[in-house]
T-cell receptor
Framework: GENVEQHPSTLSVQEGDSAVIKCTYSDSASNYFPWYKQELGKRPQLIIDIRSNVGEKKDQRIAVTLNKTAKHFSLHITETQPEDSAVYFCAASDSSGSARQLTFGSGTQLTVLP | NAGVTQTPKFQVLKTGQSMTLQCAQDMNHEYMSWYRQDPGMGLRLIHYSVGAGITDQGEVPNGYNVSRSTTEDFPLRLLSAAPSQTSVYFC???????????FGPGTRLTVL
């Protein structure tokens, strides 16, 4: 099955700086890569996703890049703000297969220091 | 729309007891799933369903049963609770399983 590794497990940045979280996956058939944000005590919520037919996707201060050859993808947050503090999870799945299983990374606790 | 709802929010069980975690969605989604979240381990898939009458196992299915008699409901049953099942449980739904999953608010379960 798929295995997703996520680094770092914790990340502290100064407000206004950029944050980068990296994930690697094992199954070359995976082609859907979402990122979820989970605030303390809340449910995970999708912030951005990318499919394997594109290499980069942006949404305001958030961007995701994908390198299918190396089997890794990254989340980039620019101009960080205190409200960006949360746990971020990457995930991967084979969205064209029959299994439809989403495999998550172990999470990154991002703290934005004022 | 209420989205994805879960009950109860909190539950304490004794070892060996059984219970059912309820999950419902009002978005007419075909795909529903159950995850457990443990510290440092992310979200792990327990069971999922691609439509009424169809269920399948995820990464960590042992000790849990599911059924899907309607599109709206996807209950998770613990037949004989064990301390290792202490966790936060999230239900999620998706239009078809190939797109965004919408999570419920979670159930925090403690097994003594």
């Amino acid at each position: 099955g798929e295995n997703v590794e996520q680094h770092p497990s914790t990340l502290s940045v100064q407000e206004g700086d950029s944050a980068v979280i990296k994930c690697t996956y094992s199954d070359s058939a995976s082609n859907y890569f979402p990122w979820y944000k989970q605030e303390l005590g809340k449910r995970p919520q999708l912030i951005i996703d990318i499919r394997s037919n594109v290499g980069e996707k942006k949404d305001q201060r958030i961007a995701v890049t994908l390198n299918k050859t190396a089997k890794h993808f990254s989340l980039h947050i620019t101009e960080t703000q205190p409200e960006d503090s949360a746990v971020y999870f990457c995930a991967a799945s084979d969205s064209s297969g029959s299994a439809r299983q989403l495999t998550f990374g172990s999470g990154t606790q991002l703290t934005v220091l004022p | 729309n209420a989205g994805v709802t879960q009950t109860p929010k909190f539950q304490v069980l004794k070892t060996g007891q059984s219970m059912t975690l309820q999950c419902a969605q009002d978005m007419n989604h075909e795909y529903m799933s159950w995850y457990r979240q443990d510290p440092g381990m992310g979200l792990r898939l327990i069971h999922y369903s691609v439509g009424a009458g169809i269920t399948d196992q995820g990464e960590v299915p042992n000790g849990y049963n599911v059924s899907r008699s309607t599109t709206e409901d996807f209950p998770l049953r613990l037949l004989s609770a064990a301390p290792s099942q202490t966790s936060v449980y999230f239900c999620a739904s998706s239009y078809d399983g190939y797109n965004e999953q919408f999570f419920g608010p979670g159930t925090r379960l403690t097994v003594l």
